[in-house]
């Protein structure tokens, strides 16, 4: 619960700052609506109750917290009965529903601010992840394509159309609109715009250097340099000589022995040593 409720607590910031659209009453510059008030302070209600529910942890009292919930709930539906086009409030209402599990409500209300108001970026990647666990990739790609053009500079969104590229691999050629080649360097820019957006994002930058190993036809020299880019940026000495064995694996792919066994006499730490022995290995059985 406290990875889910903390991710909750970032984008409901995000939520609350949405501006009315969608035939909303318009404020004047500088002022807020009375409904973007509101949504204000739902969301504020909100991030309090899941951070007061991740500091509890296991000793969560869940009766308490489902009461709590269900008031969240009245709070949101009484926003959206009296701003029925307010679409920023359909999203975050939809959004946290998602997060409690109750899907098919949050779909229903993610659709609706969809509706009132297609350029919410974070809607269409929701809708998008909800068509791929559906198994409806080719659906569910147009929605994570838009959340890419509306909002270019988020990488989550980036790193999300990679993902489902790569996944979905099969039922993309199998439509018979992608040819292979086109996937992978779909796949591979999706997750290198993410890499230079958040650059600090180990999860993002390793992913795109682990996509290389994912491509038909890999561009090994850039592989090599990603792998040495995330050692350069490693936090400990052990991350350090992680990426080392990463460069090794690379090496031994490219035909570079010598190299890639110079890479292997600096990879010592003892947690690595069945990882560093199994490149060793392949480098003994080229060598034969």
């Known amino acids: 619960m406290p990875a889910r409720i903390a991710r909750l607590i970032l984008v409901l910031a995000a939520l609350a700052a949405l501006p009315a659209r969608a035939d909303a009453p318009a404020a004047q510059p500088g002022q807020e609506t009375m ?3 509101r949504l204000k302070d739902i969301a504020e209600h909100q991030k309090v109750l899941f951070a007061d529910a991740a500091a509890q942890g296991r000793g969560l009292d869940e009766a308490g917290f489902k009461t709590q919930v269900e008031q969240l709930t009245r709070e949101y539906e009484s926003l959206v009965r ?3 086009k307010f679409a920023a409030g359909y999203a975050s209402y939809g959004y946290m529903l998602w997060k409690i599990s109750l899907r098919k409500q949050a779909v229903a209300m993610l659709l609706k601010a969809n509706q009132l108001d297609p350029g919410i970026p974070l809607v269409k990647n929701e809708l998008g992840n909800y068509l791929a666990e559906e ?3 080719l659906e569910a790609l ?3 394509l838009s959340a890419v053009n509306l909002e270019p500079g988020e990488p989550l969104y980036h790193y999300q159309l990679g993902t489902l590229l790569y996944e979905a ?11 292979r080649a086109s996937i992978d360097h779909s796949m591979q820019e999706a997750f290198r715009h993410a890499a230079e957006l958040a650059p600090a994002r180990i999860e993002f930058t390793y992913r795109y250097a682990e996509s290389f190993y994912d491509a038909q036809d890999p561009d090994w020299p850039a592989a090599l340099k990603a792998w040495a880019v995330l050692e350069a940026s490693a936090k400990s000495e052990v991350e350090r000589q992680t990426m080392r064995l990463h460069q090794a694996n690379v090496l031994i792919l490219m035909g570079k022995r010598d190299r890639a066994q110079g890479m292997l006499d600096s ?3 003892p947690t690595l040593a069945g990882q560093r022995q199994k490149l060793a290995a392949q480098l003994e059985q080229g060598a034969k």
Request: glycine share 8%; net charge negative; proline share 8%.
């Open 35 to 37: 409904a973007e008030r």
């Open 82 to 84: 009296d701003n029925p």
């Open 135 to 137: 198994g409806k990739p």
């Open 142 to 144: 147009n929605y994570f």
């Open 169 to 179: 691999r099969d039922d993309f050629l199998k439509s018979g609109q992608w040819t």
């Open 267 to 269: 990879v010592t730490d």
